[in-house]
């Protein structure tokens, strides 16, 4: 298995196409990261033995493939559809590549190439000819000179060609220029000097490679991309999942360059639904989906009021989603992708001191409404042992504890109710709108509720519990994560707990956020959390979530076992 590989096919275009989902499974085999794919038919400097020359077309003979040289390939539908469905077929048979169609080559105009500099070398060439082994080495400098390969890389025969023959597929024959009279014949289309278009490019993939690549062969000088960011992400599906907006560009960059390096790029954050569209009056042509065909109408109706050329439309299709469950969407889509994170190990474990190998302790939180409590119940069905820090709060300062002397001291005699125990209707009045005085609060009785917290732990422990759910809404703020090999958050749109505190608190929607507003929020608690659960659709997708996180939490707590700290958790 190669890291990275690179697959320049040579072959008439319909029988690239033929064999396209066979490229697929082959390469899938070879490579475990990049596959790029270029597609040049005929192209390679060809001298045919007479041994192979007297055979049958298609037959096994190696041929003599000594010199790669680049050259233009106009720029027609049948190339358009072919891009296409090298990504299409990415998605339905090697989703876990990531594939990349070249099309650096790919114009009408006069062309000036530039060389593919991959961000990660190449470590397999494979081509579609049957290449003589004296033939390989001076290939495979001449392909060097093109694309950027590995020091140790190899040169290797891929013939998809050959065995599909016998199954109808028209058999492998020699080639000559004639290959391009088709290409040549058919109408060539449009190209623009500057085209742009948009999108949010979470987790790249087929659909948004697709739209920039497209942006790319109907352009010939610019392409220009928006990356949406802040309020145009609120909306959303799981938008504390959404990468940064830095990381998003970082990956469209790496992209485009990597397919086409001829092209100027801007890639760019936007705001609005309109970003430079209605400044930059050199832009030609918008690159649309069917889901964004509004906001095109939108752009050139803005384009019209300042008096700018009205931009030329081109819009791709959807691309289905094969693979999709009922509780995704029929097409490939970001919020797919980010569902698919939900009770996997979103962001690494890290090794902390003081941790025993077990009990193993998961640290649960979540904000007001978010199905915290109702995650909790399941996880305790799974066999997890649950200590609930809501109710040892109410432990933390009972008469006769250090924590009712600690408060005492600090209030005052005049927090002590009739019957001797700590009031919290007037602790309440005394820090509620008092960050101080919550703060003070705060750091007396969150030791008292940490210790009572080993304390029920250790108990577990010797009842012979291995896994332990610490319950605790203030899991991370109070810094009780430290006692947690893991910290696993629920999370719903602030809209949704809003909604859930209005019918089941009887807030006014004003209380309601002034709650939210005064806790952290669910992207400060993500960026801390291993294991994400959301609970804002159906009761059986959230059980889903949860038997599945731990399936997963029970593969890997053997190997963490193993690199524990010798420490006692309590």
């Avoid at 290449?131 to 000179?145: C, E």
């Avoid at 009887?506 to 993500?526: F, M, Y």
Wanted: one cysteine or more; charged letters at 25%; aromatic letters at 6%.
């Amino acid at each position: 298995m190669f890291k990275t590989a690179l697959l320049i096919l040579t072959q008439p275009m319909n029988q690239i196409c033929q064999c396209i989902p066979l490229y697929m499974t082959e390469i899938n085999k070879l490579a475990s990261k990049t596959a790029y794919i270029h597609i040049q038919p005929n192209t390679l400097s060809q001298t045919v033995d007479q041994n192979s020359a007297d055979g049958e077309a298609g037959s096994n003979s190696a041929e003599h493939y000594s010199h790669f040289e680049m050259l233009k390939v106009p720029f027609s539908v049948e190339i358009r559809n072919l891009v296409k469905e090298f990504y299409v077929s990415n998605a339905n048979i090697c989703s876990n590549l990531d594939i990349r169609v070249l099309v650096g080559h790919i114009g009408n105009a006069e062309m000036k190439f530039k060389k593919y500099n991959f961000k990660d070398p190449c470590d397999i060439v494979l081509i579609d000819r049957n290449i003589q082994d004296d033939d390989k080495s001076g290939l495979l400098k001449s392909i060097s000179s093109t694309f950027t390969v590995s020091s140790s890389g190899i040169c290797q025969h891929l013939d998809i060609a050959e065995s599909v023959s016998t199954a109808g597929t028209p058999k492998r024959q020699k080639l000559d220029d004639s290959t391009y009279q088709e290409t040549e014949a058919a109408e060539l289309l449009k190209q623009y000097p500057h085209t742009v278009l948009g999108g949010t490019f979470d987790r790249l993939h087929v659909g948004h490679k697709i739209l920039l690549t497209e942006g790319c062969m109907l352009g010939t000088d610019k392409l220009t991309v928006g990356v949406t960011d802040g309020k145009m992400n609120n909306k959303k599906t799981l938008v504390e999942l959404i990468q940064p907006i830095e990381e998003r560009i970082c990956i469209v960059k790496d992209f485009l360059n990597d397919v086409d390096p001829s092209m100027e790029y801007s890639v760019v954050p936007i705001t609005d639904g309109f970003g430079p569209t209605v400044t930059d009056p050199t832009m030609d042509l918008i690159v649309l989906s069917q889901e964004t065909k509004k906001g095109g109408e939108m752009i050139n109706d803005e384009r019209k009021k300042r008096d700018m050329k009205i931009l030329e439309e081109y819009t791709i299709d959807l691309v289905e989603d094969t693979c999709h469950t009922q509780y995704e969407e029929n097409k490939i889509s970001s919020s797919s992708y980010r569902k698919r994170l939900l009770g996997t190990l979103y962001h690494p474990l890290k090794p902390k001191e003081g941790l025993l190998s077990t009990p193993y302790i998961i640290g649960l939180t979540g904000g007001i409404a978010s199905g915290k409590s109702s995650v909790c119940k399941r996880l305790e069905g799974q066999g997890a042992k649950i200590v609930d820090c809501d109710k040892l709060g109410h432990k933390a300062y009972i008469k006769g504890t250090p924590g009712f002397d600690k408060v005492v001291a600090a209030f005052g005699q005049q927090v002590v109710g009739e019957d001797g125990e700590i009031s919290r209707k007037e602790l309440g009045k005394i820090v509620f709108g008092n960050k101080e005085e919550l703060k003070r609060l705060n750091g007396i009785v969150w030791p008292e509720i940490a210790q009572l917290a080993k304390e029920q732990m250790q108990e577990y422990s010797k009842d012979g519990h291995k896994v332990i759910v610490l319950d605790a809404a203030v899991l991370l703020e109070a810094g009780w994560d430290d006692m947690c090999h893991e910290v696993w958050t629920t999370i719903v749109p602030q809209d949704e707990a809003v909604k859930r505190m209005i019918e089941r608190n009887n807030l006014t929607e004003e209380q309601a956020r002034q709650r939210l507003n005064s806790q952290i929020t669910n992207l400060e608690r993500v960026e801390k959390s291993n294991v994400i659960l959301c609970t804002l659709w159906e009761y059986d997708y959230t059980q889903q979530q949860v038997e599945h996180a731990w399936r997963l939490l029970l593969e890997r707590i053997p190997s963490t076992i193993s690199k524990s700290n010798p420490k006692s958790n309590m």
